[in-house]
């Protein structure tokens, strides 16, 4: 029986982007979206992944979405404490990490992203949050799930933090990282990019309901690659957005509308009202 | 050479520490971040004015703009600094770094913290994963030109391998749920970055929710991230990672972080923001009785973490000492009068003068 299900634009990335967990995967995961769709991964089709975080916390089971990656919501039973050096010599090195999930903030053609800084290093238009442990998930694990809210695709990212492949067709393997490993799969809020295997050119694979290839190319500012048949993306199923506004209510909110609910108690706080 | 601290008993004030250990043009680096952040030791440090520090700021939310706006910061080595705003609002470090009033140089967090970890160990550089140098972390050089990342070939493989230089701080700040007097620092949790930026650097300033008794660190040593001989200050400071979070103690203050962003976008913000909660206020007693007096108790409160204890682990064995209740030896099977006896025989005496 057909019936439908109202979603967010937040909501239906969440829901695909958790298919890309398999069972079984080890998967590392930042905060924000790319978390809100590895619990939902484990609450459904992967109950046996293993979630992991830089802050060297290993096998979490979040029972809301986390604020940051290594607050109490991570910290309520995980199976192993180590710390970053940990995670990043002994795990993404040796190449256990099945799965990186990282959210974009400019990203070109060849999937190498840039989280540090739009515009000039030095005279920068705006300063990003910093590479964090991105260069690393992104060169060593098998595969990098990218998830981008508010990103941009430009011809030349302004700043390398993270690499793609590189200059493409190949690049990425001559130059020493793991064969078979990179970006793998972008989700934005209107559709899905893949990448072609032989020159790791960036196309488009699918759109979400409502939303069209054409709409999709304007925001790209080079000639998109398009699959010859593009795929129409199921909206999320009603268990899909139940789950994720039981556990991350503020991912299925979007920030603006988080921003403006929690605005409330924020002022509440600050007038004194507690005392 | 590296310096062994054996006092008895390092507790002291935060404004002690920091007067005793801390000095403009020291290297430092915050020993946890995200989780138990040390503000009231950082708050300490800003009061203090102390100035051109070289900071390692692993991966932060708030606590460095702190540093900046303080005027603390001379050069920046820095892996991730959380931001709210987008474009059109300039952070504080924007801001800081467009006036030219410090040097960065941008590190991923694990070419950050291995630095640390060779310095700790004593190597002069560590190799890191090397598909670093397909980025512009390794690329683009500011404030560590030339001292950035460097190349070695393995001598066993001959291949090409990214290094970095070991690093050793000046000062490492630290909070945890508790210590000792003699500074054993016990930590649970998120460990991220502590071990080795304590262990790295030269001296460690511990603060803590509770000093404890020896006895406890003696049947916990699995917690104890720093020994008491690297430690050169031990502060008592409850909440004194507020607004960040500490497992047993308290979560985070998202609604006072979010006061801090809200001011900060602005300038006259941003230092009405410090005058109120660094400069106003003596110490982290007097932070706490002017967030009650703002806010209430209520919210402070509600912050209260609720038990979730771990399974103690058993560290028992027999117990079995040389001698047992009857005075016999377990391994020799016989008295220890007549392993005296024997000794006397056997034993290869030689005639000494007591004292």
Redesign the interface.
């Known amino acids: 029986m057909a019936s439908t299900v109202k979603y967010t634009e937040s909501e239906i990335i969440v829901a695909h982007a958790a298919k890309e967990i398999k069972d079984g995967d080890i998967v590392v995961i930042g905060q924000g979206i790319p978390m809100a769709a590895g619990v939902l991964a484990k609450a459904t089709h992967a109950p046996n992944c293993v979630i992991l975080t830089e802050a060297g916390l290993v096998d979490i089971r979040p029972f809301r979405n986390p604020l940051h990656i290594a607050d109490p919501t991570c910290t309520r039973g995980y199976t192993y404490s180590c710390d970053m050096i940990d995670v990043f010599a002994t795990i993404v090195n040796r190449g256990l990490v099945d799965v990186t999930f990282l959210g974009v903030g400019q990203m070109d053609r060849y999937g190498n992203m840039n989280s540090t800084v739009f515009g000039d290093y030095d005279d920068f238009r705006m300063r990003m949050m910093g590479a964090g442990g991105a260069p690393e998930f992104f060169g060593y694990a098998r595969k990098a799930v990218l998830t981008m809210r508010g990103g941009k695709f430009v011809e030349r990212v302004d700043y390398v933090s993270s690499p793609g492949y590189l200059e493409g067709y190949g690049a990425r393997e001559r130059a020493g990282f793991p064969p078979g490993s990179g970006p793998k799969v972008v989700y934005s809020s209107r559709g899905v990019f893949r990448f072609d295997e032989e020159s790791g050119e960036i196309y488009l694979y699918g759109v979400f309901p409502g939303h069209t290839v054409e709409e999709i190319r304007k925001e790209v500012p080079w000639d998109l690659r398009v699959a010859d048949e593009v795929v129409e993306l199921p909206p999320p199923t009603r268990e899909e957005v139940e789950l994720i506004r039981e556990f991350a209510p503020e991912i299925s909110a979007g920030r603006r509308l988080q921003l403006e609910l929690s605005i409330p108690r924020i002022m509440e706080i600050i007038s004194g009202k507690g005392r | 050479m590296l310096e062994k601290y054996m006092e008895k008993d390092k507790r002291m004030t935060a404004r002690e520490a920091v007067e005793r250990f801390v000095s403009d043009g020291d290297s430092l680096v915050i020993a946890n971040c ?2 138990s952040t040390p503000y009231a030791l950082l708050h300490e440090i800003i009061r203090q004015g102390k100035k051109n520090l070289t900071v390692f700021q ?2 932060g ?1 708030d606590e460095l703009d702190q540093l900046i706006l303080g005027g603390c910061v001379k050069t920046l080595a ?6 709210v705003a ?2 059109r609002i300039q ?1 504080v ?2 801001r800081a ?1 467009r006036r030219g009033e410090l040097e960065i140089e ?6 950050l ?2 630095m640390l ?1 060779a310095g700790a160990m004593g190597y002069p550089f560590l190799p890191v ?9 390794y ?2 050089e500011r404030a560590f030109k030339g001292q950035k990342f460097g190349e070695v070939t393995c001598p066993f493989t001959g291949e090409k391998v990214v290094v970095v230089k070991g690093r050793n701080p000046d000062v490492a700040v630290l909070h945890v749920q508790r210590a000792d007097k003699f500074g054993n620092a016990q930590l ?9 930026a304590c262990l790295a650097s030269h001296r460690v300033i511990v603060s803590c929710e509770q000093v404890v008794d020896e006895e406890t660190i003696l049947r916990s040593p699995h917690l104890t991230v720093v020994p008491g001989f690297r430690v050169c200050a031990v502060v008592e400071e409850p909440w004194g990672a507020h607004p960040s ?1 500490l ?1 047993g103690f308290y ?2 203050d ?3 972080r ?2 801090f962003f809200m001011q900060t976008m602005s300038e006259e913000g941003a230092r009405a923001w410090m005058e109120e909660w660094v400069y106003g206020v003596a110490d982290r007693r007097e932070y706490l009785q002017h967030y ?8 402070l409160q509600e912050l209260r ?1 609720k038990p ?1 204890t771990s399974i103690p682990a058993d560290y028992g064995a027999t117990g079995r000492g040389a001698w047992d209740e009857n005075e016999v030896s377990f391994n020799f099977q016989m008295t220890r009068a007549e392993f005296l006896r024997a000794l006397e025989e056997k034993g290869g005496f030689v005639d000494g003068v007591d004292g």
Do not use: C, H, P
Request: charged share 20%; no cysteine; aromatic share 18%.
């Open positions: 995200l989780y692993q991966g939310i820095m892996a991730y600094n959380f931001r987008g474009e952070t470090l924007e770094l941008d590190y991923s967090n694990y070419t913290l291995t970890q994963m090397s598909g670093i140098r397909e980025t512009d972390v690329r683009v649970w949790g998120a460990m991220i970055n502590s071990k080795w979070e497992l979560d985070y998202m609604a006072f979010s006061l009650v007096e703002r806010f209430g108790l209520r919210f973490a979730y």
